[in-house]
């Protein structure tokens, strides 16, 4: 450590990344796992722009290298092949941790890796930022909320959640990252942030990922029907990723630990988001109803008053602007007309 703390030229070892008064911020180093997915990559992009030193941990179960090429050859960045399940040493300020399949399709294909990536992965990362003194954010998920009870969910809501379901992996995993995020707070003092991110959209997102607004917009794309399951009666509020990503970082950089929850207020029911993605791409576009999966909560939409007040952050991007942003970016990837990488 004494050999760290005195390695010049970067961050504030032991600081919990924070800059103290009156010195020009210098770059951080921050590890980003996860970062070669939809919504790692993104905050990496804007972590390079800020001029900090970034290494993404992925084990590209669900990421792309395509997802941050535009980065190599930049000596602040770095790109390491590896499982957040195995031990990993790094010296950093700041740790995003993000490593997880987050959509059903991926997550519940091997429900026990998906738990011991939550639950092993978190611990190996928490264990790491207390070894360097780095601050630690989780990326948690409203789904921690399971079919909620309550309508719009509020952080000091404790979830409605079946811990033997299908979707257990994921949302009792998320659930047990929280509880050894606050437990390395408060038993060996990690620095610590929670958010509790809602459904988010956009650029880079996996084709094929099963979620709801990839599917309608591959599908709509395709000349394919919109899938609807169920009564296409359930809601879900939809984020757009730069939202997402400015919340995380003044999360990260603010004094709070929350948990916040990170999402869009606006809802919709599936029905009414397959007609934005008709009226967006292509007003003949079909619906075809299939039958719900298992376990899926009804109604979905988050109380941001905390993150208003405590971050003062707020989404900007309505479902109607972003939407066409994710659709170029798709459009490009599936017909393969230009370039790879998203926006
Ligand atoms: P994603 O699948 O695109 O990204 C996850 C990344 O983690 C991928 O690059 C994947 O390869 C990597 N990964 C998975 N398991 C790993 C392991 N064991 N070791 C190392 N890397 C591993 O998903 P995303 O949408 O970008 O989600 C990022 C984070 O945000 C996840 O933790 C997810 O639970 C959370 N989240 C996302 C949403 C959303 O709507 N996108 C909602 C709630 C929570
Ligand atoms: N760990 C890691 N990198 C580090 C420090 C720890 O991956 O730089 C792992 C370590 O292998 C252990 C976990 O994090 O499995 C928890 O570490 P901690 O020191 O909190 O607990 P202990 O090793 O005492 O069980
Ligand atoms: N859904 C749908 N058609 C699809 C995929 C999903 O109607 O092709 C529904 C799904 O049943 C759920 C909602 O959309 O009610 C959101 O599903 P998603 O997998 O995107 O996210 P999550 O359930 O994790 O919120």
Redesign the pocket.
Known sequence: REAYEHRGGFGFVNSGGKVPLGLKRKGLRIVVTGGAGFVGSHLVDRLIARGDSVIVVDNFFTGRKENVMHHFGNPRFELIRHDVV?????EVDQIYHLACPASPVHYKFNPVKTIKTNV?GT??????A???GARFLLTSTSEVYGDPLQHPQVETYWGNVNPIGVRSCYDEGKRTAETLTMD?HRG?EVEVRIARIFNTYGPRMCIDDGRVVSNFVAQALRKEPLTVYGDGKQTRSFQYVSDLVEGLMRLMEGEHVGPFNLGNPGEFTMLELAQVVQETIDPNATIEFKPNTEDDPHKRKPDISKAKEQLGWEPKVALRKGLPLMVSDFRQRIFGDQKENGA
């Open positions: 195995e031990p990993l040493l790094l092993v611990l190996n990362m928490l264990g790491l207390k070894r360097v390395y060996a």
